[in-house]
């Protein structure tokens, strides 16, 4: 912003939580991020079984590529 100079930007103070609220938070984060990952490892498991599936009904000769 032009109104704003640079010193008062920096006097700014913002308060952060104690650490170990910050280390709970990052903690749960990880958490939810290992849930997604395992998630999508087990949507590509099950896409690449129905695509076999799907050819061994079909009878295609090459499974088709799973994309990732």
Same mark, same amino acid.
């Given at each position: 912003? &032009?109104?704003?100079? &640079?010193? %008062?930007?920096?006097? =700014?103070? =913002? +308060?952060?939580?104690?650490?170990?609220? %910050?280390?709970?938070? $990052?903690?749960?984060?990880?958490?939810? %991020?290992?849930? $997604?990952?395992?998630?999508?490892?087990?949507?590509?498991?099950?896409?690449?079984? =129905? %695509?076999?599936?799907?050819?061994? $009904?079909?009878?295609?000769?090459? +499974?088709?590529?799973?994309?990732?």
């Amino acid at each position: 912003m &032009k109104n704003i100079s &640079k010193a %008062q930007l920096l006097s =700014i103070t =913002i +308060p952060l939580p104690p650490l170990a609220t %910050q280390q709970a938070i $990052v903690a749960e984060i990880k958490a939810e %991020q290992a849930l $997604v990952a395992a998630n999508r490892e087990l949507i590509a498991r099950f896409e690449k079984k =129905i %695509q076999d599936t799907l050819t061994r $009904v079909w009878g295609d000769d090459e +499974p088709a590529l799973a994309e990732a």
